[in-house]
């Protein structure tokens, strides 16, 4: 006779709270930034147009979810081979270069 084990996909286990607590960050800042930025606009006057709430709403999840996955495997990429410092650096220095260029686009509409 076999003993019976007990199967790993049966087995109940706790959500270990450094997990918990890296998920409800991410959800959180995602959707705090994410709320009333450029996409939520458009996929708001998408729906308005089209009509189509379901078929907006599913093109702008896959969206989400394709630009989310190649932020968190770019993100594990980039940290296996640059310092966490150093990522730092570069990504504050990006976004210093796009905010400097939207407030030279800013300032070009204001002269037109």
């Keep these: 006779m076999i003993p019976e084990?007990?199967?790993?996909e049966t087995v109940s286990q706790?959500?270990?709270p450094a997990r918990l607590k890296i998920f409800?960050?991410?959800f959180s800042t995602v959707?705090?930034?994410?709320?009333?930025?450029?996409?939520q606009i458009?996929?708001?006057?998408?729906?308005?147009?089209s009509q189509q709430p379901w078929v907006i709403f599913g093109g702008a999840a896959l969206a989400l979810i394709a630009t989310s996955f190649l932020g968190v495997f770019v993100g594990q990429w980039l940290s296996q081979r640059l310092d966490p410092r150093r990522i730092e650096i570069i990504s504050?220095?990006?976004f210093l270069v796009v905010a400097l260029w939207l407030s030279w686009?800013?300032?070009?509409?204001?002269q037109a």
Excluded: F, V, Y
């Design 5 to 8: 084990t007990e199967h790993p």
């Design 14 to 16: 706790p959500i270990h």
């Design 24 to 26: 409800l960050g991410s």
């Design 31 to 39: 959707l705090l930034a994410e709320l009333g930025d450029k996409t």
């Design 42 to 49: 458009t996929t708001l006057l998408m729906t308005g147009s």
């Design 92 to 94: 504050g220095l990006i």
């Design 105 to 110: 686009d800013i300032l070009q509409g204001w």
